[in-house]
């Protein structure tokens, strides 16, 4: 540029760099594309997939209550609004200290500020054992894709006992597709049914399995001799297998140098910002808080979103990181039962019927709908 005789070379933008589209990252592009990118900066979104698949709808999907392409939010419009770039990749290495992410195909992206929301990863062949029959709720989209492309099954096990895979049990237990209602049997592991909710909610939903006439198994499911057990007992003939075992840390992130807790999640502070490198930021289940427990949840990366936002934005104009992330002592929890009929729980309290499953349905399509109006796929 010619300035009063000077030749001067305008900044190269910085790159905002978001690795996964989880639920926290989707309200990072919506803020994009309400106020904006930054100045002088370009946002890439990298992901291995163009959508972002919503699991509270999942369970409706096998029960036949949406479509397949329902619950979904068009990642590679929702980054195109935003004005930014959506590569198509996983990332497989981060390292902070060169500002470098590299992805499955070799490629590698280098950044200024970098967000993380990749969810975590599934723990199924882990914890019970390898078996073709297996098949780990994560990553959701290669669960979704097998399940639709596997003849309907007659006889399945669902492996674990908290609200996903009960929300599993029933939907496949109502499975859309099978003439004949499958067989299901639900091992909760040694902690039992929906720890960690409360008594109330806990006895509706027992109650509901056993009206479908879901077995329960109070025990750890493993395979052992090529049959699926849960204890000493046989749950054999299976002809599928589900993990619902809650997720893992992904290697790479381990492997980064970022401060992790002792499972390996990205240790960050109320701001999501990483305790060790500032420039990087973590939401959702791939983080862990350092100040107080918090369980991995989408209701958490859903309500961290926000506060992810106008952290970037202030990170990426060099400032300090301004909100932080308070989360509520208590979260509305709405469980599908797959019959037409849901189970409520918040805090002590637990309620069951139609008109909460017409609720769930209700904030699950108006969540979705926000990012499709956003995107302009509405
Ligand atoms: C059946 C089921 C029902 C559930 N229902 C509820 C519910 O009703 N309410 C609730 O609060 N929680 C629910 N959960 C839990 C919830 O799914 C998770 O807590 C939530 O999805 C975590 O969100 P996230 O943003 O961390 O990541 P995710 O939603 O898992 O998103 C991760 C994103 O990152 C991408 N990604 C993954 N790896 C990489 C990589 N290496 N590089 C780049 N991108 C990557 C993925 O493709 C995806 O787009 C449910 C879980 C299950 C299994």
């Known amino acids: 540029m010619d300035n009063g005789g000077q030749i001067t070379a305008r900044k190269p933008a910085a790159t905002l760099l978001l690795v996964g589209g989880g639920h926290a990252h989707v309200a990072v592009l919506a803020d994009l594309v309400r106020r904006g990118p930054p100045p002088n900066a370009r946002t890439v979104l990298l992901t291995p997939h163009g959508a972002l698949r919503y699991s509270g709808m999942v369970p409706g999907w096998l029960a036949g209550q949406h479509g397949r392409d329902e619950g979904v939010v068009d990642l590679a419009a929702l980054a195109r609004r935003a004005g930014g770039e959506w590569v198509q990749g996983r990332c497989v290495a981060l390292d902070p200290g060169r500002r470098i992410v590299r992805t499955d195909s070799g490629a ?109 198994h109070h025990a750890e499911a493993r395979f052992e001799g090529g049959a699926i057990m849960a204890g000493a007992q046989t749950l054999e003939p299976a002809d599928l297998v589900v993990a619902a075992l809650g997720s893992a840390a992904p290697g790479w992130v381990r492997e980064s140098g970022l401060a992790v807790d002792g499972e390996g999640f990205v240790l960050v502070d109320a701001r999501q910002q990483s305790l060790s490198h500032p420039h990087v930021f973590a939401a959702g289940d791939v983080a862990a808080r350092a100040d107080r427990p918090l369980a991995h949840s989408g209701v958490h990366a859903v309500f961290a979103g926000p506060v992810l936002a106008a952290n970037l934005r ?62 302009g796929t509405a």
Not at 126 to 146: K, N, Q, T, Y
Not at 314 to 332: F, I, K, V
Not at 340 to 359: E, K, N, Q
Request: with cysteine; glycine share 12%; aromatic share 8%.
């Open 314 to 375: 202030a990170a990426m104009a060099g400032e300090a990181p301004p909100r932080a992330y308070r989360p509520r002592w208590n979260s509305l929890y709405l469980m599908n039962t797959g019959d037409g009929s849901a189970i409520a729980s918040y805090g002590p309290l637990a309620a069951r019927g139609r008109w909460v499953l017409a609720l769930k349905h209700w904030i699950d399509k108006r969540w979705i709908a926000q990012y499709a109006r956003l995107a």
């Open 108 to 216: 590698e992206i280098s950044f200024d500020c970098v967000s993380l929301d990749t969810g975590g990863v599934g723990r199924g062949a882990a914890l019970l054992g390898d078996d073709p029959r297996l098949i780990d709720i994560r990553p959701i989209e290669d669960f979704v894709a097998r399940i639709a492309a596997m003849p309907p099954p007659r006889r399945v096990v669902v492996a674990g006992g908290g609200a996903g895979g009960v929300e599993l049990a029933f939907g496949l237990r109502n499975l859309a597709r099978a003439g004949a209602r499958p067989e299901v049997a639900l091992a909760t592991g040694a902690d039992g049914l929906l720890p960690g909710f409360s008594e109330p909610v806990r006895q509706r939903a027992a109650r509901a399995l056993l009206r479908q006439g879901i077995a329960l």
